[in-house]
């Protein structure tokens, strides 16, 4: 649904260096109290998971900048770089809305001027990405870290939102700060739901009806997950392959990972002390939804 447009005055669109250059060096002066810059960097099609981000930010923050990139480095050669959604008219109005300054909508050719393999990468240690999702997505990570970091360079916020529904992408991206030493704040946003359960996700628009119907159900084994074990019904292991049999005899649904992990290093967990993270991804027919539901005593 196409959001009315209430405010009056719309971010700025930046397209090149230059000109977020010369926008960011205007926003230079600091003062106390709030954080100057805050930064939400997304691939468009936004939706109220994006929006609460932002919100938080324009909190938070002075001035807050939304970058829309289809990032191609993140995406494998089998995938969906070339069907992803890019609603920009529609992307602009919502950040209007939503009290966004500025939005950077950088070209690819200036992101990746020599193309993609020609350009220095971050690397996250293997330990975070070669289970989950890295698994099953080669190189993944390597592209988001890559390219957060370059608009991390480019845009130079106090702060920087990243919602909790990407959960190895979240991890990633904090150790990358923690280890690079990136003089910013990655703060953590709660995933958000629809009504039934399923998180809002940019590709939840490729679901067919029915398997729109069935997505919720990623959730309830979540949340069963969860209250099994936070309760001691049943062991982590029990409880993940009661989880995970449930997933694999729905027709349609081929289910990826379905794991308990600790929640900083992402390595499986056998025993529930204090916390830990439930992660799944499963494809719908060609649609690959992730969810993932965090666990404290
Ligand atoms: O989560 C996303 O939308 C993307 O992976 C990100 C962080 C904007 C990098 O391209």
Redesign the pocket.
Known sequence: MIMPVKSTTHPLFLESFDELSRWRQDQAATGPGKAAVGFV???GALHEGHLSLVHQSVKECRKTVV?I?V?PL?FGANEDLDRYPRPLDRDMAMCAEAGVDAIFHPLAREMYPHGQDLITKVVPPETLTERLCGLFRPGHFSG?AT??AKLFSLVQPQRAY?GEK?YQ?LTVIHHMVRDLNLPLEVVNGATIRERDGLAMSSRNVYLTPEQRALAPVLYEVLTNIANEVRNGTKSISQSIEAGRSRLSSLPGVSLQYLEACDVDSLQPLERFTNSMVVLVAAKFGDVRLIDNVIVRA
């Open positions: 960097p997304t691939m970058s990139f990032n993140q988001v390219v957060v990243f990407d992408q």
